[in-house]
C-alpha cells in the first residue's frame, strides 16, 4: 500500500537544493548541495534534474523558459528515511536576466522515479547586474535618465543576435540632465559576455503627433563596454545617444 500511495505522491521521496547564497551574478557559479530524504518506501531515483528558469512577456501573456538545464546522471536507492547529498555546481548564464520588478529566476530541482510523482523544489535567486551593467546603470542616472521599467519579453525573430527566446528591456526617462526635453524615453538591451557588454538603444525623441505615428521619432543604435569606468561610458552614451536625436 506504501507503494501504491508513494505513486501519487504521499510519502514519497523529497528534495531540497541548499544554496549557499541566493545572490548571484551572470557568469557566477553557485556551489550547492543537494538533499534527499526518503520517504515511506524504497525508491529508485534515475537522475536529478537541474533548471534555472525564468518568465517572459509574449502576445499571449506571460511563459516559463529554461535558461539552462542540466542533469546529475549518477542514480541512486533511496531507503525509507535515508539522508542522502549530493554536492553540485550551477553555472549563471550571462544570459541571466537580472531581477529587476516583476522579473523572477529560480532554480528548480527534480527526482526522477520512476512510477511516482517526480519531487520538486524550487529555489528562487536575486540576480544582480554585472559589474559592467551595473556602471552603464550608473552612467545612465549621471546624464538624468531614470530607469522605469524593466521586463523580459520574447524576442521571436532574433533581433539582438540572442540564443535565447527573449530579451531583458530596460526603460530610462529624461528627468533632468543633457536630455531633458528633447527625449521621451530609451529603451536598452543589454547582452553581457565574458570579456565585454553589448548595448543596444532606442532612442525615442520628443517629437510632433505626425512623427509618433509614422514612427520617425525612433532611432536604434548600439555600442561596446569593455570596462567598467562610470565616467567613460557616461561619455560614450551621451555621445552614442546625441547621434541619434
Not at 530524504?37 to 536529478?48: F, K, L, N, P, S
Not at 535618465?145 to 540564443?163: F, I, K, M, Q, W
Not at 520628443?206 to 536604434?220: C, F, H, I, N, Q
Request: charged share 30%; glycine share 6%.
Amino acid at each position: 500500500m506504501k507503494k501504491v500511495l508513494a505513486s501519487i505522491g504521499i510519502g514519497n521521496a523529497t528534495v531540497d537544493t541548499v544554496l549557499p547564497s541566493e545572490t548571484v551574478r551572470p557568469g557566477e557559479t553557485l556551489d550547492a548541495e543537494v538533499h534527499i530524504t526518503g520517504g515511506d518506501v524504497e525508491q529508485e531515483v534515475g537522475t536529478i534534474r537541474f533548471e534555472l528558469e525564468t518568465r517572459y512577456l509574449t502576445d499571449d501573456g506571460y511563459q516559463e523558459t529554461d535558461i539552462d538545464r542540466f542533469t546529475l546522471t549518477d542514480g541512486l536507492t533511496i531507503e525509507p528515511g535515508q539522508e542522502e547529498t549530493r554536492p553540485v555546481t550551477i553555472d549563471i548564464p550571462y544570459s541571466t536576466p537580472i531581477t529587476l520588478g516583476q522579473i523572477d529566476v529560480w532554480v528548480e530541482t527534480e527526482l526522477d522515479i520512476d512510477l511516482a510523482v517526480d519531487p520538486e523544489d524550487k529555489d528562487y535567486l536575486e540576480v544582480k547586474p554585472t559589474p559592467r551593467l551595473q556602471a552603464v546603470f550608473d552612467a545612465m542616472d549621471d546624464l538624468g535618465l531614470s530607469l522605469r521599467t524593466a521586463e523580459c519579453e520574447a524576442d521571436p525573430y532574433g533581433r539582438y543576435a540572442s540564443r535565447q527566446r527573449f530579451i531583458q528591456k530596460f526603460e530610462f526617462r529624461a528627468n533632468s540632465g543633457p536630455f531633458h526635453g528633447s527625449l521621451d524615453e530609451i529603451e536598452l538591451v543589454a547582452l553581457p559576455d565574458r570579456e565585454s557588454l553589448t548595448v543596444f538603444l532606442e532612442v525615442d525623441r520628443r517629437g510632433g503627433l505626425l512623427s509618433e505615428m509614422a514612427e520617425t521619432d525612433e532611432r536604434k543604435t548600439s555600442l561596446t563596454i569593455d570596462s567598467t569606468d562610470v565616467g567613460q561610458i557616461r561619455e560614450e552614451l551621451q555621445t552614442t545617444i546625441e547621434s541619434a536625436i
